[in-house]
């Protein structure tokens, strides 16, 4: 893989992991539109593990409270910490079973640029509504145990490419009421574990297949997303204190509409 390949994939997983756009379904079309080979899986999750990593510098002080809260001491704050740590583990527990069970039953069968035209094009759509009808009035202190299920529930679908984890999960925060930055900040909280668990498979196989050339491409792409990612939460987090999510809309549909455009009548 050349060093252009390897910023280019780093680059569009940077800026799109935490945004309602769908970084895997980005990752997927690269090789597509390029006619560069595909990537594979295990350099996917290096970019996402990479992104990992800005999440946990950005909200430190949230990983800081949850780490205090397990740690068992007493106090208002530390059972806060306490309580929101159980609320993401909660929320990852179903894609970790599902994701799991897709892994070892078809982990290649969902990489298609015809699928995720239609997710890119409908998730698109549920976001707008979600954004447009659901009440601003929910924190994530306000989170419980039920509400981060239903959110984890949710993410399920973003097995699927196209569809987003983040843009997924915000919108079933918004449906459920919750201020758009604050879903946005729960969304980046439940990725830390689920990010992990996928870093950490792909890290054994990396390992394990003994490539040193594949390892220093997941390094390399590891730091890289590291930087932009952290560019794009700050830019993300700012930008939804005076903005709906509409622009991310239009972005999925216009995306969702040319492809299918160009898959069925240009091709």
Request: hydrophobic fraction near 55%; charged fraction near 10%; charge should be positive.
């Amino acid at each position: 893989m050349s060093l252009l390949h390897l910023v280019v994939l780093t680059v569009i997983q940077g800026i799109t992991e935490f945004l309602p756009v769908s970084s895997s379904g980005h990752l997927v079309l690269v090789p597509v539109l390029s006619g560069w080979p595909d990537q594979g899986l295990n350099l996917d999750v290096a970019v996402h593990v990479g992104t990992l990593g800005s999440v946990l510098v950005y909200f430190w002080r949230d990983v800081g409270r949850m780490l205090s809260g397990l740690a068992g001491r007493r106090g208002p704050a530390r059972r806060a910490g306490r309580a929101l740590a159980g609320q993401i583990v909660v929320s990852m527990l179903p894609v970790l079973v599902a994701g799991g069970a897709l892994a070892f039953l078809a982990p290649e069968f969902f990489r298609n640029p015809e699928i995720i035209a239609w997710t890119m094009l409908g998730f698109g759509i549920v976001l707008y509504l979600a954004d447009r009808f659901g009440m601003t009035v929910m924190r994530v202190e306000h989170m419980t145990v039920a509400k981060a299920l239903i959110i984890g529930l949710a993410q399920i679908l973003a097995l699927v490419p196209g569809t987003s984890r983040s843009g997924i999960t915000m919108s079933a925060a918004r449906f459920l009421g919750f201020e758009r930055a604050e879903a946005a900040r729960f969304s980046m909280l439940m990725s830390i574990p689920v990010i992990a668990a996928a870093g950490a498979a792909a890290g054994y196989r990396v390992a394990g297949a003994g490539d040193p050339i594949l390892t220093a491409n997941a390094g390399i792409a590891v730091a890289l997303s590291f930087v932009t990612g952290l560019v794009s939460i700050a830019a993300l987090m700012r930008l939804l204190r005076s903005v709906s999510f509409t622009p991310f809309v239009l972005y999925r549909v216009a995306l969702g509409v040319g492809l299918l455009i160009w898959l069925y009548a240009l091709r």
